[in-house]
């Protein structure tokens, strides 16, 4: 039955890569002049495949598979001026075996830090065990009876020390603590200050043509300058 199947089918021609010319192509094509009554496609298709028509062996259409982009290192022309990596912590050498070596350091460190992008833990991490108090201790924090502590001078110290110079015979330490124990006078003042009284500016108005900032002055209007001035409530 296989014979009588084969003896009956039509033969069927594998069709090359190139079936036909990709349409829009205008470039030359053999025996098209001489083809009627069918389409581009069909056309080509047949001189494509038509054994007596003489043609290239490669194929027409350019081959699609991706080219490989392999870097390569055509190394540095003698006397280049441009910028090595790493090049300035080498001295003594030639240009040729110093470019070589630095690029060679280059290529590790940067190896390196792509390294080190890629974390693989080989062991699991450890797990924190919790406390088994959950209030933490008192801390004793020892507290002096003042505020402000009193740290003393320091042996040495050359500034300004209050009533120190009536004091002589003594070591410089001795003499600043005896300065600073010393009883104190509060002498007061004559002037006597308004506790009340806030006021910045005075009821005399600002200088005329002032152009500074004037606190309240953009919410005063119909008024001169200096009756807005004087009313200020700063």
């Given at each position: ?113 792509q390294d080190l992008r890629q974390r693989h833990f080989e062991a699991p991490l450890k797990r924190l065990e919790r406390s088994q108090t959950t209030v933490l201790p008192q801390l004793d924090v ?19 020390v209050p009533r120190i110079q009536h004091r002589f015979a003594k070591s410089y330490l001795n003499r600043v603590d005896e300065a600073r124990h010393l009883p104190k006078k509060i002498i007061p ?46």
């Open positions: 039955m296989t014979s009588t199947l084969k003896a009956f089918a039509p033969e069927t021609k594998i069709p090359q890569k190139d079936p036909y010319f990709v349409p829009g192509y205008s470039g030359y094509i053999p025996q098209q002049a001489f083809r009627y009554s069918k389409s581009y496609g069909r056309t080509t298709h047949d001189i494509l495949n038509d054994e007596g028509v003489r043609r290239s062996k490669t194929s027409v259409l350019e081959n699609l598979e991706p080219a490989s982009f392999e870097p390569r290192d055509s190394g540095k022309i003698s006397g280049y001026t441009g910028h090595v990596p790493v090049s300035r912590q080498y001295f003594g050498k030639s240009f040729v075996p110093k470019v070589n070596l630095s690029t060679s350091v280059f290529s590790q460190r940067r190896q390196i830090e020892a507290r002096t009876t003042s505020s402000v502590p009193d740290l003393g001078v320091i042996s040495g110290y050359t500034g300004f003042s004559d002037v006597k200050l308004n506790g009340h009284s806030f006021r910045i500016y005075k009821e005399d108005g600002l200088i005329p043509k002032y152009t500074g900032f004037v606190p309240g002055k953009r919410f005063e209007h119909a008024r001169t300058y200096g009756n807005t001035t004087r009313s200020l409530a700063a």
